[in-house]
């Protein structure tokens, strides 16, 4: 006579995804961190694991390799989370590309640059610093270029189908003015060494915005200290 078949233990997807989705992302903050503090070279994945509290085969299991750590790192800090949704389909671009005018898109591009490089900043610039002296990072670092072209050329196109730009701008114009703003050492500048915090940058982006691609007249820019 056969047994009874005894009941199956409910299996727990949901609750184990999540809890998946909480290691990844302790393990993507950890080597954000520590990459932008140690750099390329003086992180590992041993360190990396440590920091967020996990094993170094779970940080394996994650993302295989330290490289593969970098760059979600970098994906992660660009983006602010770790939905892989390429930036060109999100909200904030889109909300840029409805924009009615020139002004607008541009208040939207400065809120937008704020929140980026204000994540990305440090570990860019610790990408840069070992792209020079290690094949894997330096791929990367390319890649992190092509992705700032694409994104440059495509603001200053959407950008120019807007009503309101400063008349006798041409593509390469704007495109040249958008990559002071883009570019994360403009940022760090303006954060280290001009004292901005980040409402001060994005205020300087706007002021700069107005000055080259609307004509406006500049503003003065205040010091954290001084404003209230």
Do not use: C
Request: aromatic residues 6%; glycine residues 8%; without cysteine.
């Amino acid at each position: 006579m056969a047994r009874p078949r005894q009941p199956t233990r409910a299996y727990d997807s949901a609750g184990r995804k999540a809890a998946a989705a909480r290691r990844r992302l302790a393990i993507v903050e950890s080597a954000k961190r520590l990459f932008e503090e140690r750099g390329w070279s003086g992180t590992s994945l041993r360190a990396v694991a440590a920091d967020a509290a996990v094993s170094q085969k779970t940080v394996e299991a994650h993302f295989g390799t330290k490289a593969a750590v970098l760059q979600a790192a970098v994906d992660f800090a660009i983006r602010g989370d770790l939905d892989s949704t390429p930036m060109p389909q999100r909200e904030a671009v889109r909300a840029m590309e409805g924009a009615e005018t020139a002004a607008e898109m541009l208040a939207r591009h400065a809120a937008h640059l704020r929140s980026v490089n204000e994540r990305s900043a440090g570990i860019a610039r610790a990408v840069e610093e070992a792209a020079t002296r290690h094949p894997t990072v330096h791929e990367l670092w390319q890649r992190m270029n092509r992705n700032r072209s694409f994104g440059v050329a495509w603001a200053a196109r959407t950008l120019r189908s807007k009503p309101g730009l400063r008349p006798g701008l041409s593509e390469r114009d704007v495109e040249t003015i958008l990559w002071v703003a883009l570019d994360w050492g403009t940022y760090r500048t303006l954060a280290t060494h001009a004292g901005l915090d980040g409402d001060g940058y994005e205020e300087w982006l706007r002021t700069y915005y107005a000055a080259t691609l609307l004509g406006g007249r500049p503003r003065k820019l205040l010091a954290p200290s001084d404003r209230t």
